[in-house]
């Protein structure tokens, strides 16, 4: 029996855990899934729990495990804990041990929800852009790395971004393997024009393009033109590739644009093994939301999403998947909303509530 | 008398300048303005005349004017030389040789233009935010820097992001001194969860605030974070201070908020000399437009604007700033726009018309 992993970390986590729990029970039953689940801590909560961001032994569970469904970590009673402790610790290490190298980040617009966006509803409306953020390398793990006396008052401090052909190549090859299941259009994005990370990167897109995806289209763009196309007319974009950093800053604009975070998956995915299975990991976008933590009001639409993504893309339960986002979509249709997304004339609801709805129309 | 050196530099460039140089006539005449005007080669054009994107010439007489006014540079022509001849070239060295550090990038809504923004006009109206990103240390320029080859057909490329107290507290006090004048509220932006570079910024930015800026308001914010909240209510920001690398995407997507980049001005400025005379250079915030050069199209006002705060910063000439900001405000308001920011109900003027009616302004 498949494995999963929850690890429901900090602030609203676990409440919206518990929700896609529930709605997990239904689906075994309409659906015959049959997925053995393990709890365990992770940031904050581990930290209070076995004095680290990420136990030993969670850390072999995760291993172990056929995904992980991450809530979220962090809040300020961690905050000021130094670097090498601070709850996103965890979420560092778990990427980088189970190699998930590919991090899909969807922004999507759910029809009910463009006058959410910031954006006038016309940019937005049917947004439904991919990121493919590289999660395992630059300047996130690249060393020499550190902080170091220089005499007379001052330090200096570095940092190393380093990316390797191959790097380049496997999370290229997922964008561009996505882009065809879409839209068959991928871009990519770097600073080619200052750094050598970015030519390297530009040539080995490039070369894999010419020699395995020539179906696909591709096009060069320079993040900080990335960063403005995004906002001018972020429809032009069908799947975007770029690196650990450019991804973390384009992959949070983007996700912003849609005015719902509360709504926004993520995957992140390894190398496939012999059996071409993936290690994977599943998340929302949304942080931990410390200020309405255990009120019962957080939105559980993202995790659940994450949940399905995972359904998806590591058991190949398309069907599962479709049920809960089909769900999802008519509970926003007949105007039930979380504080976070309600607008006059919709109906307020509960994190309870909305999982019931959900649990309802599945 | 002061020496200007202007660099009109590639496509759009050398006509944007031309009408700048006739209102800077006409200002000679009205605020009494005497400066030496020298022009020189930049970019692609300096490629083609002197066979290197910036001449030892030039620069020479970079380092000898009291400022730099530079048009843009780049276009399609110069676009597959190798990254060290490349038209940008000029522009990291200008930055580096003159020792320009603070880059001072407003992000400002002209009232008339508001509808023209991506986002909801009242996000937007009245938008008046300052990002003052570091320009000559960072990964831009950090060392070592290459692409080597690591055998078995592998590449390994390498790129250093590098600061060091004095790097950071020197233009952190620009921002400090900038907020000052302004609402009195600077953001320091860096991923201090990720990167020891952004630990050491953190640290050294709230030393220096503690010890010399304690009146002004000082928030830290990742800049993933600051990426979104830069869509979702940009209105919340005065100053934002942050590196090279994440000030060049912060500061495009900023500018691309406003909906109109053929608005927005630039400054670099240097240290202060004995006589506390920066060297400094002005220039706008877009390209050099290589699609619609020489049809006489162009917007000009963003060379303009970045005329006016080189009167302000580098000359002390506030009443001939406010003369040419009061002048576009007015045309504007007339409802004459250059084609890139035309809309139903105003009048659609060439570059030179636009610079007819500036100068009757004025
Ligand atoms: C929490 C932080 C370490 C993390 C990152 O920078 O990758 C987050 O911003 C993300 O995007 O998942
Ligand atoms: C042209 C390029 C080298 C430059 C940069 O990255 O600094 C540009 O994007 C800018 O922001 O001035």
Known sequence: MAKILILPGDGIGPEVMAEVRRIADTLAETHGLAFEFEEGNVGGAAIDAEG???????????????????????????????????????????????????????AIVFDPLADASSLKPELVRGLDLMIVRELTGGVY???PRGIEDIGGGQRRAVNTQVYTSEEIRRVAAVAFELARKRGNRVVSTEKANVMETGVLWREEVTALHAESYNDVSLEHMYAD?????????????DVI?????????????????????????????????????????????HGSAPDIAGQGVANPLATLLSFAMMLRYSF???????????????????????????????????TREIGDEIRREI
Chains 1, 2 share one sequence.
Request: proline residues 7%; charged residues 25%.
């Open 52 to 106: 680290a961001p990420l136990a030993e032994e969670t850390l072999q569970r995760a291993l172990n495990a056929d995904a992980v469904l991450l809530g979220a970590v962090g809040g300020p009673k961690w905050d000021s804990l130094p670097f090498d402790q601070k709850p996103e610790r965890a979420l560092l290490r778990l990427r980088k041990e189970l190699g998930l190298f590919a991090n899909l980040r969807p």
């Open 241 to 285: 590739v770029t690196d650990n950093l450019f991804g973390d800053m384009l992959s949070d604009e983007a996700a912003m644009l849609t005015g719902s975070l509360g709504m926004l998956p993520s995957a992140s995915l390894g190398a496939p093994d012999a059996q071409g299975r993936r290690k994977a990991m599943y998340e929302p976008v």
């Open 316 to 350: 190949d339960h398309g069907d599962a998947a479709d049920a809960v986002e089909g769900a999802v979509t008519r509970v926003l249709d007949r105007g039930l909303r979380t504080p976070d997304l309600v607008q006059p004339g919709t109906t307020k609801v509960s």
């Open 225 to 237: 033109n990335c960063a403005m196309q995004l906002v001018r007319q972020p429809k032009q974009f």
């Open 141 to 143: 793990f690249g060393e």
